[in-house]
């Protein structure tokens, strides 16, 4: 399978401990997306890279979420201190030319 | 501020019938829109997209109608199966400098009964 793929696919964490999420979007897209879905929502934008260089972040990435993606090829998502509040099907995204194809999610519940 | 507006939020039609979701927008400088299908536990998954220069695009029993004039659009899906119960989203997308992210209607759930 040569779609996005993410890991994990489903976390459970207490409140105030640090979680990281992976992505490894398909081979030869360099742009690459996080989004965060909560229930009963669509997606909404967190951040973006192009290539090795995140360009853009949404005022919903507070200052406990930080996102990498060395080399230009596999991202990390990582939240500090994590809240009942974050608890969202987190997805990742990555585009060639027009369309952005998505992975299957990391769903996060903080308890 | 919601950017895209979605509806109806639920959706139950009779299988072989049509199924029919509506998205308004209000930021004339959309110019990409995508309509998305997610299944429980899965992303979403790219249906059918189209530019504002074209007022109706169709591929198999999916049809988007688009209405610039009235910032609107629409999915139509012609007779409707079991198997297209899912989540529907439409989106929207300003081009040119900039992410290309995508803005997100909040979801229709359509349950096509037999």
């Known amino acids: 399978d040569t779609g996005v793929s993410q890991d994990p696919r489903h976390k459970i964490t207490k409140r105030g401990q640090n979680v990281t999420f992976r992505c490894d979007p398909i081979s030869e897209h360099n742009r690459l997306y996080w989004y965060r879905q909560t229930l009963g929502q669509g997606p909404e934008f967190l951040t973006y890279?192009?290539?090795?260089?995140?360009?853009?972040k949404s005022r919903l990435l507070s200052d406990r979420f930080s996102a990498e993606r060395p080399k230009g090829s596999f991202s990390t998502l990582e939240i500090q201190r994590t809240e009942q509040g974050d608890s969202a099907m987190y997805l990742c995204?990555?585009?060639?030319?027009?369309?952005?194809?998505f992975g299957p999610g990391t769903r996060l519940t903080v308890l | 501020q919601q950017q895209v507006k979605q509806s109806p939020q639920s959706l139950i039609v009779q299988k072989g019938g049509i199924s029919i979701i509506n998205c308004a927008y209000e930021?004339?400088?959309?110019?990409?829109f995508p309509w998305y299908q997610q299944f429980p536990g899965k992303g979403p998954a790219l249906l059918i997209a189209?530019?504002?220069?074209?007022s109706e695009k169709k591929e198999g029993r999916f049809t988007i109608s688009f209405n610039k004039s009235a910032k609107q659009f629409s999915l139509h899906i012609m007779d409707s199966q079991p198997g297209d119960s899912a989540t529907y989203f439409c989106a929207a997308r300003e081009s040119g400098a900039g992410s290309y992210q995508l803005t997100f209607g909040k979801g229709t759930k359509l349950s096509v009964i037999p």
């Open positions: 930021n004339t400088a959309f110019d990409y």
């Open positions: 995204a990555s585009r060639g030319a027009d369309t952005q194809y």
């Open positions: 890279f192009q290539n090795e260089a995140q360009l853009e």
């Open positions: 189209i530019r504002p220069d074209v």
